[in-house]
């Protein structure tokens, strides 16, 4: 398996860097699949830090991040959610798609995060916790037209006072991404199936597809070339069977656009 390194295309690193120095917590802002993860792990692996990290959803509630009481043989514990545990401990916290989360979830969110960087634990002794001065906070959002995703309150949106903007990268990086993780010198198929993801990102952007690939796809793309899958197959698998699922008017749209691409 090959194992590829962060090409930091954005300068994003640098920007966590500074943050980091500065004790601000950063928001890093995006469609899916544009590596937003890929940074804040390789942001943490560079500082040497532990990462703990969340993934938001509607199913998120405020005990995945306070904690919740437990009761063995009699005995009434709690155990704290990642939330307070990353305070305590002084770690990196990674709050992923936190635009999807609930209002009361947001809201204890933000006691935690405003300048006193302390959570009242009024689930269990009601014990304050102060997160250790080394405590750092990075938080993703999907852009307002994925769907789930709802706008962050003011006040929250201000706990994340350094903004990164990470799009889709141009065509000549994303080929120096997905080229670290295929072992095939391969570059005019490998660019065809780079300029069909942009193709369709570009037509969900202004709405005529459902869909936008994201950089796994093109990855993904790469990694059956490298199997003696071909060129046309790889981008139906790939890109293609995904658009039957709203129709066969969608999925014929997208298959005229890989045939006038690859060929019949």
Same mark, same amino acid.
């Given at each position: 398996m090959i194992q590829a390194s962060y090409l @930091?295309? &954005? &300068?994003?690193?640098p920007i966590l860097e500074k943050a980091y120095d500065a004790g601000l917590f950063a928001l890093i802002i995006g469609p899916k699949g544009t590596g937003k993860t890929s940074l804040v792990r390789e942001f943490a692996k560079r500082k040497g830090a532990k990462l703990e990290s969340i993934n938001f959803s509607l199913r998120t509630r405020e005990s995945h991040l306070i904690g919740t009481k437990t009761l063995t043989n009699g005995t009434v514990s709690f155990d704290e959610g990642l939330l307070v545990k990353s305070m305590r401990e002084g770690s990196m916290l990674y709050l992923d798609e936190i635009n999807s989360a609930e209002a009361d979830v947001l809201l204890r969110l933000d006691e935690a995060l405003d300048d006193r960087r302390q959570i009242a634990l009024k689930e269990s002794t009601g014990e !304050? %916790? /102060?997160? #250790? @001065? /080394?405590?750092? %906070? !990075?938080? *993703? !959002?999907n852009p307002l037209t994925h769907s789930g995703t709802k706008e962050l309150p003011p006040q929250l949106l201000s706990r994340f006072p350094v903004r990164i903007s990470l799009e889709y990268p141009p065509e000549d990086i994303e080929l120096e991404i997905v080229k670290k993780y295929v072992?095939? @010198? /391969? @570059?005019? /198929?490998?660019?065809? +199936? !780079? #300029?069909?993801? =942009? *193709?369709l990102r570009q037509a969900a952007a %202004?709405?005529?597809?459902?869909y936008s690939p994201s950089l796994r796809e093109t990855i993904a793309f790469g990694k059956l070339l490298d199997r003696k899958v071909s060129p046309k197959e790889a981008a139906v698998i790939v890109? +293609? =069977? %995904?658009?039957a699922q709203w129709g066969n008017i969608e999925y014929q749209k997208v298959s005229d656009i890989i045939t006038s691409m690859f060929g019949n």
């Open positions: @930091d295309w &954005n &300068n994003s690193v !304050i %916790v /102060n997160a #250790k @001065d /080394n405590w750092f %906070v !990075i938080a *993703t !959002i072992s095939e @010198d /391969n @570059d005019s /198929n490998l660019r065809q +199936g !780079i #300029k069909l993801a =942009n *193709t %202004v709405e005529e597809l459902f890109f +293609g =069977n %995904v658009y």
